[in-house]
């Protein structure tokens, strides 16, 4: 396909921002009076409206759609402490909710939309983040997911910290905030679109207290589509209005299938709606001091960015070409570090495609504004092909997820990415699935016949495509179904139908703990292998994106430090997850005198920033080390809450091949200078030795090796954690934390313990020679 | 037809440091005589001399406001609308001449709006309120940036 679709640059800036744009986009016109003719009001609940007290709103909501009731439940002095926020109220939501056993499509199952004490603020980049949980369809334990757009600022601006929902709802329902009236209101809403490219559209026009974009600003959307309902990649759309290009753009909670969760209760949409907006609603402490942290950090991104990431021009995707110069690109399902047609998809590329000249950051104020789209692309395919739409992104992982299935082509991966979020799928987790498709398709072990009549080679868009058309239009077919349900499943699938060699499939299928892998290559970072697998909620890069510091900048050379950066990176990660944060404006810009600091990889002037900024809202009295602190609980609940639900042990903790070394002899090949290198340096083998040797049995020989080092690295991980061998928090640990009172956390945590006892597990995992070091002296060194 | 738009020079050579531009300027902006940081103009003392910082009206600020607050006027003048304002510092942050003003207690800044307070205020002429061609001033936030420079 040589047609250039964009060339004709319409939806190009005309003028200056402040004047005439034209995204050249299809235009649809909304019978208004007809979708709301369809709207029965099914419960309606009036709250008292109340000021922001620095930062917090003060109460959780609980929408049960089963009973159709409505909760306030205060937020005490007590649950600020221990969760802070946005992830820490989640989790507590749910753990005051549901029990061990209760599963992702139980009623029981709580979704909950969280915010925290600085979301919402304005004067500092990236401050605008929602972080949902739930328990997850891929996983079966608590997963977090965060994206920015306008919902939890309205929603804690509203008068929510928190919104949990549970139960089922019999048909399609909105639940409406409305802090304008002090309502919340259940709707049902039968006539609307599922796919929130338009949903979040008829929405936004329906719910504006009139026709302005002024108004259309104060509105905001959390939607899914119709691939959620028939997949488990499900994403939560966010909205937020963009009054140059007057487009609802959206914002994606990607991982775990919050969407699959959402469609599932029967919810259509969330909607939140606010009156107005000044800046000043979280009623800050000190909000000089706020201002001045702004303006001097936002001054750095003005001055820093161009020549450090270049977000503000090109967003996330400034990666793509650094992650292919260091053999980091995932490539044919991480077969490969990268590839020669790389440059076809640099960020380069995309810039030609991307608006530019508007502020382009999902919250207000943020000046990283990674947030870049193409307007006016015009679609080939599906039930839009011949429409012009506004694409958010693509960020780098969508981007790396087309390398991944071996598509070069900007438009094909927009395209991608388009319907992926219209649909309401998770564009990681459907690029890992179908690079793992792709392969196996390679091979043999699936073809044309057992995959429904879809042709997966590397690289074929068409067949891409029509799978996620057929995703989301319900297709029925046995492959379409489990497919659609991830790595996990058709790993399962395929040795159950002993399709292919078990191992080789096992070892291919880029998943741990049932959620699919983000798009980083991490065979030769061992720091990154350890931040994806040991990650609580699965192998996703936000909990520990150690991969830069450990393969590019080199800031974690031994292995005492790659195991101190699993401490501290995933626990200090957190911590913008509990505050409404966004982590880029943290290190993807990084003050000029950053590298002489004692400890460059924190960052050290721009977490002092979050200290002032925290102390600014909340007016508490704290310091860096406190951040650590109220983010150590909250890590710590979360891994117990897995041990809990049944997954959070050393065996839920294993990576896939793929993530540490070469599966296969052709990934052997390519790099066999380096493999033959490590033979000879870390298993000290001579060349004689290792020339006799065939390529499988120098690929066994480097795979036990290297998973010795990864349980090597869990020891020590687990260890300086304050978790057991097997990965347990201590009951100790917990209460060190402060959790004094949850009993049943705490008899829970000793039982999983006294039954790895049973079993012999509560042992060092590495095989240590003599006089090695294990990580400590004792075995049970938390006693 | 050129746009001109109208913009204030400054005389050092002419400036004996009464600061009354300043005075003037927070007269309109806060109604009080403070001047200082209630001051839209700023005039520096330096090496024996003075200096001025106000805003040219090159307008970069506009494509930095995420909520369109900031606009030109049909007469060429950058002008801030506070109520849609969100008090967000970016404008503030980017001005290559930090002539985005914010006072200690408030988010919403201010700026120079060429109305020629200061000019009239100064006793001795240092100031003075010009027309110049718009297309000679006017500044954007990307168009001096690329990808991978």
Request: aromatic share 10%; net charge negative; hydrophobic share 35%.
């Amino acid at each position: 396909m040589t047609e250039c679709f964009n060339e004709d640059k319409n939806a190009r800036l005309i003028g200056r921002s402040d004047g005439p744009f034209e995204t050249n986009n299809t235009k649809h016109t909304w019978d208004l009076e007809k979708l709301r003719s369809g709207h029965r009001v099914l419960m309606e609940y009036e709250y008292e409206m109340r000021p922001i007290d620095r930062g917090y709103a003060g109460r959780f909501l609980r929408v049960d759609l089963s009973s159709g009731s409505v909760e306030e439940v205060p937020l005490t002095d007590d649950i600020k402490k221990k969760f802070t926020g946005g992830k820490g109220f989640g989790l507590k939501q749910i753990w005051d909710m549901v029990g061990p056993d209760t599963r992702w499509n139980d009623p029981e199952n709580v979704l909950a939309l969280n915010s925290g004490p600085m979301n919402g603020t304005t004067q500092y980049s990236g401050m605008g983040k929602c972080l949902s949980t739930t328990i997850s369809p891929s996983t079966n334990v608590i997963c977090d997911s965060n994206a920015g757009g306008y919902f939890a600022p309205y929603m804690k601006f509203a008068g929510f910290d928190s919104l949990a929902i549970t139960g089922k709802a019999d048909e399609d329902v909105i639940i409406f905030i409305d802090g304008i009236e002090g309502k919340i209101r259940i709707e049902t809403a039968p006539f609307e679109e599922t796919n929130s490219h338009l949903l979040a559209e008829q929405l936004t026009h329906l719910y504006a207290t009139e026709d302005t974009d002024e108004a259309r600003q104060k509105v905001t959307v959390v939607s899914a589509g119709k691939g959620s309902e028939n997949s488990y990649w499900g994403v939560l759309n966010i909205s937020f209005f963009d009054p140059r290009r007057k487009v609802a753009r959206l914002k994606q909670h990607g991982r775990g299938g919050l969407g699959t969760v959402l469609r599932d209760k029967k919810v259509k949409a969330v909607v939140a709606r606010i009156k107005g907006f000044t800046g000043m609603e979280n009623n800050p402490a000190d909000i000089d001091k706020i201002a001045r942290t702004g303006i001097k950090h936002h001054t750095q991104i003005r001055d820093l960015d161009k020549s450090q990431c270049n977000m503000r021009t090109v967003g996330t995707g400034n990666l793509v070409e650094i992650m292919d110069a260091y053999d980091l690109l995932p490539t044919e399902n991480y077969r490969f570090g990268g590839f020669p047609k790389a440059s076809k998809i640099f960020s380069t590329e995309f810039y030609k495609l991307f608006t530019q000249v508007i502020p382009d950051g999902c919250w207000y104020g943020c000046t990283m504004a990674c947030a870049k789209t193409v307007d006016g692309l015009l679609l080939r395919t599906g039930p839009y092909k011949g429409q012009r739409v506004t694409v958010d992104g693509p960020e780098y992982e969508t981007i790396a997820g087309g390398s991944n299935m071996s598509l070069w082509d900007p438009y094909w991966i927009l395209e991608f990415n388009f319907y992926c979020d219209t649909y309401g799928l998770d564009t990681i987790s459907a690029a890992t699935t179908i690079a793992f498709i792709m392969e196996m398709y390679e091979y043999g072990i699936l073809n044309k016949e057992r995959c429904d009549g879809l042709e997966f080679s590397f690289g074929n868009a068409d067949a891409i495509m029509q799978f996620l058309h057929r995703i989301a239009d319900g297709d029925q077919g046995e492959f379409i179904k489990v497919g659609a349900r991830g790595a996990r499943r058709i790993k399962d699938w395929l040795i159950e139908k002993d399709w292919g060699d078990h191992q080789l499939i096992e070892d291919c299928g880029m998943e741990v703990k049932g959620l699919e892998y983000s798009e980083y290559v991490s065979k030769e970072s061992l720091a990154q292998q350890g931040g994806f697998a040991l990650a609580s909620k699965g192998p996703q890069h936000d909990e520990a994106w150690l991969i830069f510091m450990d393969m590019v900048n080199d800031q974690i050379p031994t292995f005492k430090d790659k195991a101190e950066a699993l401490h501290y990176f995933p626990i200090w990660r957190t911590w913008f997850g509990l505050t409404g944060l966004c982590k880029l404006p943290w290190n993807d810009t990084t003050p000029i005198t950053n590298p002489e600091t004692d400890e460059p990889a924190k960052v050290p002037e721009h977490v002092q920033n979050y200290v002032d900024i925290m102390s600014g809202v909340t007016g508490w009295d704290i310091k860096g080390s406190d951040l650590f602190d109220q983010s150590e609980r909250v890590y710590n609940f979360q891994r117990s809450m897995n041990v809990w639900m049944g997954k959070g042990r050393r065996m839920d903790d294993i990576p896939p091949y793929r993530s540490m070394g070469p599966v296969t002899e052709v990934e052997y090949v390519s790099r066999k200078d380096r493999y033959d290198e490590q033979l000879k340096d870390k298993l000290g083998l001579s060349e004689e030795v290792i020339g006799k040797m065939s390529i499988p049995e120098r690929i066994l020989l480097i795979k036990e090796f290297r998973y010795d080092q990864y349980h090597k690295l869990a020891d020590a991980v687990y260890c300086r954690r304050g978790w057991t061998p097997n990965g347990v928090p201590t009951p100790e640990k917990m209460k060190e934390l402060g959790f004094i009172d949850e009993t049943e956390m705490l008899e829970t945590l000793q039982k999983a313990i006294d039954s790895d006892d049973e079993k012999g597990l509560n042992v060092w995992g590495g095989k240590y020679t003599e006089g090695e070091d294990t990580p400590s002296e004792k075995q049970r060194y938390w006693e | 037809m050129t746009q001109k738009v109208k913009m204030i020079i400054f005389h050092p050579e002419k400036c004996k440091g009464h600061l009354d531009c300043e005075r003037a300027c927070s007269r309109i902006h806060f109604k009080d005589d403070t001047g200082g940081d209630h001051s839209a103009i700023k005039i520096i003392k330096e090496n024996g001399t003075y200096k001025m910082a106000n805003c040219n009206q090159c307008g970069l600020c506009i494509d930095m406001c995420p909520v369109q607050a900031i606009k030109r006027l049909p007469n060429g003048i950058v002008v801030l609308n506070k109520d849609t304002c969100i008090g967000c510092q970016s404008c503030v942050a980017f001005c290559p001449d930090h002539v985005m003003r914010r006072a200690e207690g408030q988010v919403v800044p201010f700026k120079c709006i060429s109305c020629g307070a200061c000019v009239r205020a100064c006793p001795e002429g240092a100031l003075e309120l010009i027309d110049v061609e718009l297309s000679g001033i006017e500044r954007t936030v990307y168009h001096t940036q690329g990808v991978c420079e």
